[in-house]
Structure formats: structure tokens, C-alpha cells
């Protein structure tokens, strides 16, 4: 498995450091992601106070993300809206019911439901003039305004030495899950302009990549 949420509460793996079975690979999920993510958008837009998160119940590695963004939002004084999408029908009456909350700011995870519908979630935020942080620079890429989290491709090249060591005889359940260690900080300024932002020069100096 490459870059996968959490593969413990999915039922993948024993723990990161046992799995002891025949699955192992690595994982998108790191320590105190959700803060830095949140510290980063408020850095960015620092009037935001209402953030809406969209999740996927059905997906059981998202109860850590949940678990891990009620304490930083609580941590800095960040009210969460839960966006519960678990169909591709459910998207235009969860958006509007959304919406109905007066969120300042949105967030999500890469659920691969989710990954499959982003040009119409950006869509739908640039419509409604609201800015997203993402976790991977792709959805930047595509026209999100702002990305913290780990590199895919750093995360898929890890991978291929799982493939190598267990090729050689090495058992799964006796290589540790890896979390990630490479991360990418990335903002797109055509859409914060398009979002009548003026994304702060501190945070421009953090992002490793600038879209203009």
C-alpha cells in the first residue's frame, strides 16, 4: 500500500510498527498534520474562524483525521463544520447544506470518492469565493488555493523498496508501516486572486511552491 490514510483503524495492519500480516507499505498520515494545516490557512487568511471539513463516514481511516482536526481546531480557537459525503449523489445537498453554516474556509482529505469529484469541489468553492486546503499539491495544481501535506511521488518511490525487500523474501508483517517525511507547502495566487485574497509575503516565503 502507498500513501494511504490510516491503515490501522482501516484494519489493514496491527500498528505502524508491527503489522503482522500480509499487508505493509506507507502512509499519508504524520504527527500534528491537521495543526499545521490549520496554522498554515490561518496564516494565509487569518480572518478565518469557521472551517468546513469534508469526510467520508464510510471510509474507516477517517476517524483519525476527524480525531486529529477536533483538537486542533479546538487548540486554535477554529469552529469545524462536518461535511459528511459518502455517494457522488450526496454532493450538491451537502454543499448547500454546507453553505447554509456560513463556513469561512474548507478543508478535506484525499478519500478517492471524494479525489474523483475535485474539479467540481473547486468549482463549487470558487463560485462561492471560499478558499480550501487540501493535503496534496495536486488538488493545487488543479485550482485549489492551498496544499500542506505529504509528496505523493516521495510517498510512491518509498514504496517501490517494499516491493524490492519483499521480492528478496522479506515478510510484510515484518516491515513497519513508514510515515511520511517529505512534505510539500503549495499555493496558487491565480486563485487567490480570483478569491479577492492577498495571500500575506511570511507565507509565500514558507511555500515550497508558488502557482502564478
Known amino acids: 500500500m502507498a500513501g494511504i490514510g490510516d491503515p490501522v483503524r482501516a484494519g489493514f495492519v496491527a500498528s505502524l510498527a508491527h503489522p503482522g500480516g500480509n499487508i505493509t ?17 490561518k496564516l494565509a ?5 469557521r472551517v468546513a471539513f469534508l469526510w467520508n463516514p464510510d471510509n474507516r481511516s477517517h476517524a483519525a483525521y476527524l480525531d486529529e482536526w477536533k483538537a486542533a481546531a479546538s487548540a486554535l480557537g477554529v469552529e469545524l463544520l462536518f461535511v459528511a459525503v459518502r ?6 445537498s451537502a454543499f448547500a447544506a454546507m453553505m447554509q453554516e456560513r463556513p469561512d474556509a474548507f478543508t478535506m482529505t484525499v478519500d478517492s470518492l471524494h479525489q474523483l469529484q475535485i474539479g467540481w469541489i473547486i468549482d463549487f468553492l470558487a463560485r462561492n469565493r471560499l478558499p480550501g486546503m487540501y493535503q496534496v499539491r495536486e488538488n493545487v495544481v ?5 496544499s500542506y501535506g505529504a509528496s505523493l511521488p516521495d510517498l510512491f518511490r518509498r514504496a ?6 519483499i521480492l528478496e523474501g ?11 517525511i517529505k512534505f510539500d ?8 486572486k480570483a478569491l479577492g ?5 511570511p507565507f509565500l516565503l514558507l511555500a515550497d511552491e508558488v502557482i502564478e
Open 160 to 165: 517501490a523498496g517494499y516491493v524490492h525487500k
Open 197 to 201: 485574497l492577498t495571500i500575506p509575503e
Open 170 to 180: 522479506t515478510r510484510p508483517a515484518d516491515l513497519p508501516v513508514e510515515q511520511p
Open 142 to 146: 488543479a485550482g485549489g488555493l492551498l
Open 185 to 192: 507547502l503549495s499555493v496558487n495566487l491565480k486563485t487567490a
Open 45 to 49: 487568511v487569518p480572518t478565518v474562524s
Open 25 to 41: 507499505g506507507n502512509t499519508l498520515l504524520g504527527p500534528e498534520l491537521a495543526a499545521k494545516r490549520l496554522q498554515l490557512l
Open 87 to 92: 455517494r457522488s449523489d450526496e454532493f450538491d
